[in-house]
C-alpha cells in the first residue's frame, strides 16, 4: 500500500482522529476522583472526590486560583503524575475504558494519540536541545507507523496549521530561536500531530499578551472544530472560557464548588468564590483609579485544611455555620451544582453579606472593605 501524497497531507491532519460519529456521546467520565501526595507532613488532598462528564466535541473550562487541583486532576485524568508517593482512586472511563490503574506501559497507546496536553510553559515543555522538526514527528512515527519523509512533510503542514511562517525553515530549529507566542503555537501543533479525541490545554495562554492570546485561542477552537474533539481548558481567569466553553467547573481547595453550563454560571452563579473569581477581573466600564478587586488570604493548607468551608476564611458572606459544616455540592436546576450555605443571589446570602457588611467583619475574622478609588501622583491631562 502507497504512503499518502505530499499533496494529501492537508486533509490527513484534519481526518487523524475524526472517525468517530459526531454525536454527543460521552467521552470522558470522572467519578469521585482522588488525587493525593504522601509527605513528611501528611497526605496533600490535591483532588478531592471530583466527578464531571465530557462529551465529544465540547469544550469544558475548568477554573480556579493557582494551588486549587486544576493541573493536577488534568494531569491525573492522563496518568502524567509519578507513581511513587502517590495515592490515585476513583474512576476514570474513556470510551468506556477504565484508566484509574493503568501504569505508563498501559497508558502509552493513548498519549498523543487518544488525549494529549498543552503544557502551560512552553519553553520547559518542549526540548531545549531537539529541533522542533523532531519533537513534533516523534508522536506522528510513533502512533500512525509512515516513514520518515512523511512525518517531516505532515510536522511542516501541521506548523503551518497553527500559522507559523517559513513552517520549513522551524523544523530545523530550536525552541529557544522562537519568540513565546511563536513556541506555544509549536507545543499546540505537537498536541496535534496524531488527531487527539481530547486535549487538555493547561493554562496555555498564561505567559502571551492579549493580542497573541487571543490568536492562540482561537487556533484551538479552529482545531477543535475541525477534528470534532473534546477539549479541557484550564484557566484562572473567567474571561478566557467566558465565551470558549461549554461549560464551567469552578474549583477550590481540590474540589468542585461550582458547576454548570457557560451561560448559567455568568449570570447565575451561586458561589460566592466564583463571584470573587469574576469580580477579580478588570472592567473597562469600571470608574478611573478604582482599586482591583482581589481576593483576601491564600488558598488554604492542603495538609489541614479548615473545619467547614474551605473557602470561609476568605468569603464576604461567611457566617457561623461556614466555619462548622462543609455544604455539600447540591444541584439547584439540571446541570446546576455548587457548594455553599449562603449562595450568591437569595436571600440567605444577601442576609448574610448585609449582616457582615454591618458588623465590619465576617464569622471567621474578614475585614469587610468596600472598593475604593485609589490615588495617583500622575495628573491625569
Known amino acids: ?44 488532598r490535591a483532588v478531592d472526590g471530583v466527578s464531571f462528564k465530557l462529551d465529544r466535541g ?23 503524575l509519578p507513581r511513587s508517593g502517590l495515592e490515585r482512586n476513583g474512576s476514570i472511563l474513556f470510551e468506556g475504558t477504565e484508566l484509574i490503574d493503568f501504569g505508563p506501559k ?15 510553559d512552553p519553553m520547559t515543555s518542549l526540548n531545549p ?30 506548523l503551518v496549521s497553527v500559522r507559523i511562517p517559513e ?14 507566542g511563536m513556541r506555544q503555537r509549536v507545543c499546540i501543533a505537537v498536541a496535534l500531530a496524531c488527531g487527539p479525541k481530547l486535549l487538555f490545554a493547561d493554562e496555555p495562554t498564561t505567559a502571551l499578551d492579549v493580542t497573541v492570546q487571543a490568536q492562540v485561542l482561537d487556533l484551538m477552537a479552529t482545531a477543535q472544530n475541525e477534528r470534532f474533539m473534546a477539549m479541557i481548558l ?42 470573587a473569581l469574576l469580580k477579580s477581573i478588570p472592567r473597562v466600564d469600571q470608574p478611573s483609579h478604582l482599586r482591583l478587586s482581589t481576593i483576601p488570604g491564600r488558598p488554604p493548607d492542603l495538609v489541614n485544611p ?21 455544604p455539600p455540592l447540591r444541584e439547584i436546576t439540571p446541570g446546576h451544582e455548587y457548594r455553599c450555605w449562603f449562595p450568591v443571589g437569595t436571600p440567605e446570602g444577601a442576609g448574610a453579606l448585609a449582616n457582615n457588611r454591618a458588623q465590619g467583619t ?20
Open 1 to 44: 500500500m502507497s504512503k499518502p501524497k505530499p499533496t494529501d497531507i492537508e486533509k490527513r491532519i484534519s481526518a487523524v482522529g475524526s472517525t468517530v460519529t459526531q454525536s454527543s456521546e460521552t467521552l470522558l467520565e470522572v467519578s469521585d476522583l482522588t488525587t493525593y501526595f504522601r509527605s513528611s507532613r501528611g497526605l496533600v
Open 58 to 80: 465540547k469544550t469544558l473550562g475548568i477554573v480556579g486560583e493557582s494551588g486549587s487541583g486544576k493541573t493536577v486532576l488534568a494531569r491525573s485524568i492522563m496518568g502524567l
Open 106 to 120: 498501559e497508558m502509552r497507546p493513548y498519549w498523543g494519540a487518544q488525549m494529549s496536553m498543552i503544557f502551560q
Open 129 to 158: 536541545v531537539m529541533k522542533i522538526g523532531n519533537q513534533i514527528s516523534e508522536s506522528i512515527r510513533e502512533h500512525l507507523d509512515v516513514s520518515k519523509q512523511y512525518a517531516k512533510e505532515l510536522s511542516e503542514q501541521l
Open 167 to 180: 513552517a520549513a525553515r522551524r523544523l530545523d530549529e530550536y525552541p529557544h530561536q522562537l519568540s513565546g
Open 234 to 275: 484550564i484557566t484562572h481567569d473567567l474571561g478566557v472560557v467566558a465565551g470558549r466553553t461549554d461549560e464551567i467547573v469552578v474549583m477550590y481547595a481540590g474540589r468542585i464548588v461550582e458547576r454548570a453550563d457557560t451561560k448559567t454560571l455568568f449570570s447565575n452563579m451561586k458561589m460566592p468564590y466564583t463571584e
Open 306 to 326: 479548615p473545619e467547614g468551608c474551605k473557602f470561609a476564611p476568605r468569603c464576604a458572606y461567611a457566617q457561623d455555620r461556614c466555619t462548622q459544616e462543609e
Open 362 to 381: 465576617t464569622a471567621t475574622g474578614l475585614v469587610f472593605q468596600e472598593p475604593e478609588v485609589a490615588t495617583t501622583t500622575r495628573g491625569e491631562g
